[in-house]
């Protein structure tokens, strides 16, 4: 059974930073495209960033320069490194892993960013 659980979250100051984990059990994070997604309170899930088989990275022009998508195959965990965070960051964080076989989401992580 795949799994995937978020941690670190929390409430934060706008300018500070967050480091997201997501741990995986059942798979493993290298073999396919893995990525962070956020839904803020009345809007649709939204993709943040992500980090495919071959390591390449993309994310939303809203994140860019401030976030930073990683994977620790070691450890079986995806990262997302959050900097300079701002009060629009506020929702919560979903670790995802799609593959031909499955698309498999997280429980998700609340990140509250107060200005």
């Known amino acids: 059974q795949v799994q995937l659980v978020e941690s670190g979250g929390g409430l934060v100051q706008a300018g500070e930073s967050l480091r997201l984990s997501c741990a995986a059990s059942g798979t493993i994070v290298s073999i396919t495209t893995m990525g962070w997604y956020r839904q803020a309170p009345g809007k649709q899930r939204e993709l943040v960033a992500v980090?495919?088989?071959?390591?390449?990275?993309n994310y939303a022009d809203s994140v860019k320069g401030r976030f930073t998508i990683s994977r620790d195959s070691a450890k079986n965990t995806v990262y997302l490194q959050m900097n300079s965070l701002k009060p629009e960051d506020t929702a919560v964080y979903y670790c995802n892993q799609k593959s031909p076989l499955w698309d498999v989401w997280g429980q998700g992580t609340q990140v509250t960013v107060s200005s």
């Open positions: 980090i495919t088989f071959g390591g390449r990275t």
